[in-house]
C-alpha cells in the first residue's frame, strides 16, 4: 500500500518478480486452456519425508487450440515435467514456481523447499535494487 500510495509502483513491481513470473507461469491453468486441478500444490512423499511435483493429467488431443500451443511451447522449451501414456494421454507438473523449483531441483524437504524460495526472493530483490539505482534513468522520469 505504501508503493501505491506513495507512487514507487513501479519499484514495486520490481520486488515481486517471482510473483509476476509465477503468474504468468500459471496463466494457462488459470485461463483453463490446460486443465487446472483443485489444489496445484505439491505432492509428498511419505517414505521420504520430501515434496514432489503435482500433476495434472489430459489428452493432448482434447485441449482448445491456444492449449496446444501452450502445451507444445512448454514442453519444447523444457519447462515443463511431462509424462507421455501409453494410452496417449500426458501427465503433466502443474504450472505453479514451487513446482517448478521441484521439477528443476528434485523432490526435497518442506524445510529445504522453502529456503530455496526465499533465496530466489532475495535474488530478486537484490536484481530489483540493481535495476532500480543503476538503470533508473532508463525507466522512471525522477531519480532520487
Known amino acids: 500500500v505504501a508503493g501505491i500510495l506513495g507512487h ?6 520490481l520486488f515481486f518478480i ?3 513470473l ?17 489444489h496445484r500444490m505439491p505432492g509428498f512423499l511419505p517414505a521420504s519425508d520430501q ?3 503435482s500433476t495434472c493429467e489430459f489428452t493432448v488431443a482434447e485441449l482448445p487450440t491456444l492449449g496446444r500451443v ?4 512448454l514442453s519444447s522449451l ?3 515435467q511431462v509424462q507421455r501414456r501409453p494410452d496417449g494421454s500426458v501427465q503433466m507438473n ?3 514456481l514451487i513446482n517448478f523449483v521441484l521439477y528443476v531441483f528434485g523432490p526435497m524437504h518442506e524445510a529445504r523447499l522453502a529456503v530455496l524460495l526465499l533465496e530466489i526472493q532475495g535474488a530478486c530483490s537484490i ?4 535495476i532500480r539505482y543503476p538503470l533508473a534513468a532508463l525507466a522512471y522520469d525522477v531519480v532520487y
Do not use: W
Request: aromatic residues 12%; proline residues 9%.
Open 8 to 13: 514507487f509502483a513501479k519499484t514495486m513491481l
Open 18 to 20: 517471482p510473483q509476476l
Open 22 to 38: 509465477n503468474f504468468v507461469y500459471s496463466l494457462p491453468q488459470l485461463a483453463l486452456v490446460i486443465p487446472c486441478p483443485r
Open 51 to 53: 515434496l514432489c511435483t
Open 70 to 73: 501452450c502445451y507444445t511451447v
Open 78 to 80: 523444457r519447462l515443463v
Open 94 to 96: 502443474n504450472l505453479t
Open 127 to 130: 536484481l530489483a535494487f540493481a
